[in-house]
């Protein structure tokens, strides 16, 4: 907390350094836009005594979490004391009521009347030593370099942020804490601690001082201290365990899956190609054997023809010289007959033909799947997805083959279906794709800014041109809408949510 000094003597200054540095701009910046300056302001009679300010952030659309030494004098002297909640976007400030405070763990929470901030997301899961981390918040010395004056805190501005690691994990009087080295100054107090994907790792409270060349760490409430806090005071909040995977890295690791499913497909096709020679080579052999017997079953009977053709010729001319004509004619008839025969089996062999033997049609992989309509539930696909902040809870989507998904109409385009999102009460645009062939459901989130939103909600259609249509007319006018939508929103999303869509259980 920045205590700048009250008429009076009510307050007093504490002191220290905030550093800037690099981190992921996209998620970083998301998170800085639920972050806010609390200025607290004393006054009687209309004569103002003093201001003093701090850090918080929203942990719900109108609940700022700071520390309690930020806001301890508007509990004592509720009467003379005012708290200013100032966000990092817009043009003004909201009176704040502080709603409950927990000395022990230093935290509060404070309500504003107000346009609604977009809350940030606790990471849930254990933080190992050494891990990445970033402070956001409004550090006096900042403001002292600037020329900011008690005046201008009330005007809202970006927060300042400082990189640095997770130094230790230590319990102080019971309550769990983090030691790091993402610098803050005075006025950094009730700001948020996060890792690289913009989850609260902490509240940042106090800082060591550095004296004859001593190094100067950060103390910091954890994450379980604010959790618990939370729940004590009824306050609904959103947390996370994903890991935190980087936009890079998710790139890199979509195209090796990418690639991966490349190589296999093409390595499918090449295993169902040497299975097709197999049993073709398997069909020509099995076809080539039964033609030689066959030949040799000609053969054979062309042998014995000819053999019985000869002994009736031969049976005939015996018949003849003891002077039977009429026996001998019939039977060297026969005989001939039968050589005749012995002649047309052997000229009439089958020959054996490698190219006409054909293999029946395999039909289609049975593995795919077919497109499919109606009520369905679909799971998320965490190794395909890019996830810091949502929940991933499985999706209930009715599936229309005009593409109306419930009430919501999709336009074709590119071999899939898109929908775009622009909510009215909050921050976050949603580019929706769907196709039916994979039962492939995409969400694309993307956190913008209080102008960015507003800016695509200008380009937002009307309710009922986004309503389910078969009127082409309409149609060409939403997906003309949608493309205006989708050129004005950013190359990468800030997440990536992949799921699989199957019939939902009629049991």
Not at 33 to 51: D, P
Not at 86 to 110: F, K, M, W
Not at 112 to 129: A, E, N, W
Not at 159 to 169: A, D, F
Request: net charge negative.
């Amino acid at each position: 907390m920045t205590l700048i000094r009250w008429t009076g003597g009510l307050l007093a200054v504490l002191a220290a350094m905030i550093l800037t540095g690099p981190a992921h701009a996209d998620d970083i910046s998301a998170a800085a836009r639920g972050v806010v300056r609390v200025v607290l302001s004393a006054s009687i009679n209309g004569e103002s005594l003093g201001s003093a300010h701090g850090s918080g952030f929203a942990i719900g659309p109108n609940t700022i979490v700071t520390n309690a030494h930020v806001v301890e004098l508007a509990k004592k002297f509720p009467s003379i004391v005012t708290i200013n909640i100032v966000p990092s976007e817009g043009s003004d400030h909201y009176q704040g009521e502080l709603v409950t405070l927990d000395e022990d763990r230093d935290l509060a929470l404070i309500h504003f009347d107000g346009p609604p901030l977009p809350p940030l997301t606790l990471f849930s899961r254990p933080v190992p030593d050494g891990t990445a981390l970033v402070s956001l918040g409004y550090p006096a010395n900042v403001d002292q370099a600037t020329g900011t004056t008690p005046t201008d805190m009330l005007d809202p501005m970006a927060p300042v942020r400082s990189t640095g690691v997770l130094s230790s994990h230590r319990s102080q009087r019971g309550i769990d804490g983090i030691e790091h080295t993402a610098q803050i100054a005075r006025g950094n107090s009730g700001g948020p601690l996060l890792d690289d994907c913009g989850r609260v790792i902490a509240v940042n409270r106090a800082v060591t001082t550095g004296q004859d060349g001593d190094g100067s760490f950060v103390l910091a409430v954890a994450e379980d201290e604010l959790a618990a806090f939370l729940k004590s005071a009824n306050q609904p909040f959103n947390a996370v365990s994903w890991p935190c995977v980087s936009m890079a890295d998710y790139q890199a690791q979509t195209q090796q899956q990418a690639q991966q499913q490349s190589d296999a497909q093409q390595q499918a096709v090449r295993d169902r190609e040497l299975q097709v020679q197999r049993a073709h080579d398997s069909a020509v052999e099995a076809a080539q054997q039964a033609n030689e017997n066959t030949r040799d079953n000609f053969m054979a009977g062309a042998a014995l023809l000819l053999v019985l053709g000869a002994l009736a010729v031969g049976g005939g001319g015996l018949l003849l010289s003891r002077d039977c004509k009429r026996p001998a004619i019939w039977t060297a008839s026969g005989g001939a007959l039968l050589m005749v025969g012995a002649i047309s089996l052997f000229l009439f062999r089958p020959d054996f033909d490698p190219n006409s033997i054909t293999l029946p049609d395999q039909g289609s992989d049975s593995t795919t799947p077919q497109p499919a309509t109606g009520a369905m539930v679909c799971k998320l696909d965490p190794d395909r997805s890019r996830i810091t902040v949502s929940d991933g809870r499985d999706v209930a989507f009715d599936w229309n083959a005009n593409g109306c998904a419930g009430k919501a109409q999709y336009v074709e385009t590119r071999g899939s279906w898109e929908h775009v999102t622009v909510p009215a009460n909050a921050q976050t645009a949603t580019l929706s794709s769907y196709d039916p062939v994979t039962r492939t459901l995409t969400r694309n989130l993307y956190f913008e800014s209080d102008d960015q939103m507003a800016q695509l909600r200008k380009m937002e259609p009307d309710k009922k041109l986004k309503l389910c249509s078969a009127n082409e007319a309409v149609l060409a006018e939403l997906a003309s809408r949608q493309s205006s939508l989708r050129s004005l929103l950013p190359a990468q999303p800030d997440e990536r949510l992949v799921y699989h869509c199957a019939p939902k259980s009629t049991k």
